[in-house]
């Protein structure tokens, strides 16, 4: 699962538009937009601060949270946010409304696990990463945090291949194919030939 849910604070937005905009963020605030589940769209206003710091934290789009406005909750998932290009200040976030029964699409991030265990990476290979997420459908309430890409055993030429890894329960990949996240390629220099008689010794 993702990282635990978290909730915050919003007000309704009376007014809509590039003016009212910029009046909010002059006074701290960041225009955002609740839709989906069928139901109509709702304008509000959120703490420019207490966003920006949940974004920095990591995982933002990828975890459910709570949104109270005017002491109604609503659970959502950020689905995209504008950052200014130059102050990486927050200028907008849309969120979609979420249940028990909602599924998204997200995309989620790959970490490699074992890489000393790697015969290909202890020779002087490098470890080429052609996807460093993964796009999947999954519930709304069991979206994975990552997914771990195990290299023990890998050698120089070696392909690692979305079949390798474990999905949870109700969690599909977007891409309907079993495509390559990493590839271990020999360096520009040419492997260490002392190092590779080492590794092949060590293996016979």
């Known amino acids: 699962m993702s990282q635990e849910t978290y909730e915050l604070k919003a007000e309704a937005r009376e007014r809509v538009g590039k003016g009212s905009a910029r009046e909010l963020r002059r006074n701290g605030l960041i225009p955002a937009v609740i839709y989906g589940d069928k139901q109509a769209p709702i304008a509000i206003a959120l703490n420019t601060n207490e966003v920006t710091k949940r974004i920095h934290a990591g995982g933002f789009m990828t975890t459910v949270a709570t949104i109270e406005v005017g002491g109604k909750k ?102 309907d194919r079993d495509f390559t996240i990493a590839t271990i390629v020999a360096p520009a220099a040419g492997v260490d030939d002392s190092a590779a008689e080492a590794e092949g010794e060590a293996e016979a």
């Open 74 to 175: 609503y659970k959502v998932l950020p689905k995209d946010y504008q950052l200014d290009p130059v102050r990486d200040f927050t200028l907008h976030v849309d969120f979609l409304r979420v249940s028990g029964n909602t599924q998204v699409t997200v995309e989620i991030p790959v970490h490699f696990i074992n890489d000393a265990k790697s015969p290909g990476l202890k020779v002087g290979g490098v470890l080429n990463i052609v996807r460093h997420e993964i796009e999947v459908h999954c519930p709304a309430d069991a979206i994975p945090e990552y997914f771990n890409i195990d290299l023990s055993g890998k050698k120089i030429g070696d392909s690692i291949h979305i079949s390798e890894v474990t999905l949870p329960k109700g969690v599909t990949t977007v891409i």
